[in-house]
Structure formats: C-alpha cells, structure tokens
C-alpha cells in the first residue's frame, strides 16, 4: 500500500511540474503570453492580439507539444531496450537506431539536396527506413546471438559505422546542404508545425498506447526471455513488438527532431530512481511523464530565459543527461540491476 | 506396466536433444515423470541436463521425439496453457532485476492474470502462500540485490509456486548453496512433492539426492538410466559413474568417499559405536581399507567420558587424544 500511494503521489507530483513548466514554456519569449491572457481569450473576455494568438498557435504551442511527444516516447525506447537487452545503458542511441535515423536524413539532406515542403516528407520517409533498417538488423542480430553484450557492441558498431558514412557524405557536400544537415543533428523542438505535428501525432500517440498494453509483458521479461517463455510470454512475437515500435517512436522524432540525446536512457532510470519499483505498469507511466518534464524543462533551458539566444536541444539533453548516467554508473551500485 | 498415459505428467519417448541435428547430446531417450514424484537429474558438467530440462519444457526445440505433458502432446498445448502446467526455475543468476521479492513472486501470476496484470483476490492467496511456503513473508517488500544466495533461490521458488503448476522444473537450484541451505531447498521441494506437485530437478549433490528422491535420472555414456535411487544404488552404478574422477561410493554407507593414496589395511576396535563409526570414517577418508586381520591395530579407549585411541604396530603401541592426531601421525608415517 505504500508503495502503491508513493507511486499515485508522484505522478501527481510529476503532473502538476509539468503544468508549471508548460506555463512557464509559453510564456518565455520576445513576447510575454501570460496564462491569464489566454483564459481571457479563451474564454471571451478579452482577446489576444493576432501576432500573440500567431506566435501561439504557430510556433510555442507547436513547439511544445513536439516536446511533450518526444519526451514521451524516447523514454519508452529507451525503457524497453533496458528491459529487452537487460542492460542498463540500453537506449535507442546506443543501438544505432538514431544513427540509422541520422543516416536516411543525410541522404535526403546531403545526398538529395532535398530541402522545402518535399524535404519534410522525404526526411521522415527516409530517417524511418534509416531506423528501421538498423533495428531489423539488430533483430536477425539477436535472433543468432544469445549474448546481450554482443547486441549491444554490434548496436555501438553499427552506429559509429553510420556515423564514418555520414562524415564521408558530409565532406563531399555543398555547404548549404551541409549546413541544414548540421543544423538538424544538432535537433530542434521548433521545427514540427502544422501537417508534420499531426504525422508525428499519429505515428506516436498509438504507439504511446500500445506501450502501455505492453507493460505486463515486459514485466515477465526482467527475468530473461527464458522465464519469459515459461511464464507464457509470445518472445517471437514481443521482440518484433517491441523493437517495431521502439524504431517507429525513435526513428519518427529523430526525423522530425534531430537527434536528441540522453533521453532515452536516462529517463527511465530517473523514473526508477524516484519510484524505487520496477514495475512496468507503473514504471512506463512515469517514465513517460518524467521524459516530458525533462524536455519542456530542457526547452526553457535551450531558450536562455532574458537573451535572444537558443540553444540546440540536443547539447542541452545531452547536458543534463550525461550526469545522470555519469551517477548511474560510478555511484550508484545498482546501476547494475534494472 | 499397467499404467495408464496420463498418470504420467511427463513422458518421453524417442526423445531427441542438443544443439546440432548431426551431434546429438542424448538421444532416444524414453523417460516419465510421475504425478507428485520428486525426480533428481544426474550428471556430469556438459552432460546435458540442462538441455534436457529445457527440450523437455519447450523452452528449447527438441531434436526428435514425442513428449506428453499429461498425455496429449506438448505442441498441442498454447504457451499460455503450458505457463499453467510448468514452471521453470533456471540455473542462471545473470542480471537481477530491481524488484522486490513481493514482485518477484507475483510475476508468477502472469499466466492467470489479465492484459493489464490486474491481480485477483485469488492471484494475492496464492502470492501470499507461496512466500509462505519458502518463510519469506516478512521479506516481501525487500528488494532482490539485498537478499543472500540462499534467500534469493527461496524467492525464485517461490514465484514458480506462485504459477501454482503439477509440474516444477528446476536447473540446479542448490548449485549457489552452502550446505545447510542446500538442505532447506530439498526439503522445501519435498514439501511441494508431498503436497501432491511434480518435481523435476538437476543437481550434482547425488549425496542429498540419494536422500529425497523418488526416482533418479543418472545421465551415463550417452544414456540416462531411470530408477529409485537404492535401485541404481544396488546396480553399481555411481562406482561406474565416478569411476575416473578419483572418488568411490561406499555401497555399504550408501555415500561417497574421495579415494585418495591407498595406505593398506588396518584393525579397528572398541565399544562405543559413535566414536567407532566416526574413526572408520577417518580411515576411510585417509585410504585405508578396515581388515579385521590386519597387522596395524587401532584401539579405542572410553572412560571419564574422554576418548583415546591406541596405535599398535611392530609391537610398539602410542596414544592418540583425537582423531586428529592418529590422522596426522597415519599419514606422516
């Protein structure tokens, strides 16, 4: 029972930080959107002015909801790669799946010149055939390798391979091109308006939902597949659920996003840290909402509240990350256990 | 051989394991397991007893052969019924995950539990007698990288009782285990078997195996003979199985001795049978065989309620307060 009410305490906990730091998100700027002005609008009384409600609609709210899905579903890949590979530094970065993400959008970007309206499609398109390529390989990988850390090492080979491909693509490019696909891998929440955000929507949002129906499974794989199997689990049909879905949310933000770091890993051991469980059932809702905390917060962080600057997002997760894995590691003893 | 099939939980026939088709590690093995029967699995590292347990299981694809789990096929059975039928504790202490023994032991329900895992009254009975059963109530909310080797293994039986399966299949659960955990993990499943459970496990320990078992599979050359412990005892077998490995089964004591330098024969005598049979075991245990007959005669002394034993040899006698002692002096001679 304690237990259970610390876990219903921090997701209201969690919920009502995220709340103040949406607030807190729409209101940084070069014009200050107060939430009392908005009930005002909404509610009739009295209205925005049409550069506030554009500056809304078009970019913070956008920009924010690209926050919320992404923090969302980076946590979740990186959840169930911890649990299937039952490593504790397990994420979709590591694996590669990014750098296959990264690798499509280069093609597009580098190889294609692509840029514009068919430039949006066409990343997407690609940086998703880019991730799941690489994940497909992981699993024919991991259908002929039982060892975990053998997986994994050919994940970080395949990631640093991509990365040689796409060096060698960007030495060869003009330097427009060059420059946009910099500019991508560097990541940025602000670029998903309009037609994209509802892709992303719809790519992420059932996937979110699926992830959660799969929590019991992933339950009965913290013991192995092993037990798994002799508790009655599907493992042929869970690996391709999971490494199918963890490619989609991964390769999708990546595509719309960038490359944004850390997240995926270290969130959930956030998640674990503050809930003390592992319990998938509750272990995914809070990772979920922990990884959307952290990325709104990441984007007040990225917008350095009082100048004109921006930071990229990716340095900013990165930062606030690497010492939370730097902790997991050299301090924390049970880094070893998930 | 009146049975009929389904008295059997498990049976194989024409069984077939191992890794490779060309290179089979067992093969044509025609085994049963009985409805609460406790069956030890005996053998030499890379024998394959583990392969066996997981091909009979379904956890590993067998390369030939039938199995029936209570007399219909195992394929017939979907995984879900067959998480209903068998639990498996592996032999494997890999990564721990970050869970409580609670936890743990529930993980046990998810055969009967729903897509959510949304657990029962029922499911939390059947929690609740399972840490029940190994004394782990009090450790329910403990997590599992604080608990010692013995109370670990408690809590991974516990979640295969919690499956509340006929038949429980265990890889080497005492392989972690000091002595007198070993002891309390028998006889656990011995409680499990009496309350009317199957029990499968593989083990070196012939030693307390002899002891609990109600049928031996013992893995030898390639074949696995199958019967009651004293059957297997009588065939001599285990001088066969150990033959090689520098260690002997003293048919008589019905236990296993290290057979080290032979040092001849000696005469034991006394009155008192204690410290009669312990001194026969140093002998023993040093490499001399007992010879009623024999030159070198070994006397013990009672009185005061102090023991000594006399050595006489060549006509010279000396005294000995312990065993301890008489062994050093034997062996240096």
């Given amino acids: 029972m304690k237990i259970q009410s610390r876990s219903i305490f921090l997701i209201y906990a969690l919920g009502l930080l995220l709340i103040v730091l949406f607030l807190l998100d729409i209101r940084l700027g070069s014009i200050s959107i107060t939430f009392a002005e908005m009930l005002a609008h909404i509610s009739g009384k009295a209205s925005l002015s049409d550069q506030q409600v554009l500056i809304l609609t078009k970019f913070r709210l956008p920009r924010i909801a690209t926050a919320l899905m992404a923090g969302a579903a980076l946590p979740v890949c990186g959840l169930q790669m911890q649990t299937l590979f039952r490593n504790p530094l397990a994420g979709p970065y590591v694996l590669g799946i990014s750098s296959g993400a990264s690798f499509g959008a280069a093609i597009v970007v580098l190889g294609a010149g692509a840029t514009g309206i068919v430039a949006t499609w066409s990343l997407a398109i690609a940086a998703w055939i880019g991730a799941g390529t690489v994940m497909l390989l992981l699993l024919f990988v991991s259908y002929r390798i039982k060892d975990v850390m053998t997986i994994l090492i050919l994940g970080i080979m395949f990631s640093s391979g991509l990365a040689a491909i796409i060096s060698i693509m960007q030495y060869f490019s003009q330097a427009s091109a060059l420059k946009s696909f910099v500019i991508w891998s560097m990541g940025s929440l602000g670029n998903v308006t309009g037609a994209q955000l509802s892709i992303m929507a719809w790519a992420i949002l059932p996937l979110l939902v699926l992830t959660l129906a799969y929590s019991k499974v992933l339950n009965g794989l913290m013991l192995g597949e092993e037990y798994a199997l002799s508790m009655g689990v599907r493992i042929q049909r869970t690996r391709l659920v999971i490494f199918a879905t963890t490619s989609i949310l991964a390769g999708t933000i990546t595509a719309f996003c960038g490359p944004i770091g850390f997240i995926g890993i270290a969130v959930p051991h956030m998640a674990r840290f503050l809930l003390n469980r592992s319990d998938h059932r509750v272990l995914m809702p809070v990772s979920m909402l922990t990884g959307m905390v952290v990325l709104v917060f990441s984007d007040i962080v990225s917008r350095l509240p009082g100048t004109d600057q921006i930071l990229p997002i990716n340095a900013v997760t990165s930062l606030i990350g690497i010492p939370v894995v730097i902790w997991l590691v050299v301090m924390n003893r049970k880094a070893q256990s998930l | ?333």
């Fill in chain 2, 1 to 333: 051989m009146t049975h009929r099939q389904a008295e059997h939980i498990i049976s194989l026939d024409h069984f077939s394991i191992g890794h490779h088709k060309e290179n089979a590690l067992l093969s044509k093995l025609k085994l049963t397991v009985n409805r609460g029967e406790m069956v030890a699995l005996i053998g030499r590292n890379g024998a394959g007893k583990s392969t066996l347990l997981k091909s009979m299981i379904g956890l590993l694809a067998p390369l030939d052969g039938v199995c029936l789990l209570e007399g219909l096929p195992f394929a017939d059975y979907t995984l879900p019924q067959r998480a209903r039928k068998v639990s498996f504790v592996s032999s494997q202490i890999t990564q721990l995950p970050a869970l409580s023994v609670g936890e743990l032991v529930g993980l046990g329900r998810m055969p009967y539990t729903g897509w959510m895992g949304r657990k029962s009254p029922e499911d939390r009975a059947s929690i609740s007698q399972a840490l029940d059963e190994v004394q782990m109530t009090s450790f329910s909310e403990r997590k599992l990288d604080c608990l010692s080797d013995g109370e670990r293994q408690r809590a991974m039986i516990a979640r295969a009782f919690a499956q509340d399966t006929p038949l429980m299949v265990l890889d080497e659960p005492t392989a972690f285990l000091d002595i007198p955990n070993t002891y309390e993990l028998i006889r656990l499943l011995s409680r499990f078997r009496d309350g009317g459970r199957s029990i499968v496990y593989s083990t070196h320990d012939l030693e307390t195996a002899m002891q609990c078992a109600d049928k031996m599979w013992v893995i030898h050359e390639g074949k696995i003979l199958e019967g009651a412990p004293e059957d297997l005892g009588m065939s001599g077998l285990f001088n066969e199985l150990f033959f090689t490995s520098g260690i002997s089964f003293d048919e008589q004591a019905g236990r296993f001795l290290f057979s080290g330098k032979e040092r001849g024969r000696v005469s034991l005598e006394g009155e008192e049978e204690k410290s009669l049979r312990w001194t026969s075991n140093t002998l023993k245990r040093l490499g001399f065989r007992l010879d009623k007959g024999a030159g070198k005669r070994i006397r013990i002394e009672y009185s005061n309620n102090e023991y000594s034993w006399i050595l006489q040899r060549n006509g010279g006698s000396l005294r000995f307060e312990s065993l301890y002692t008489l062994a050093r002096f034997l062996i240096q001679e």
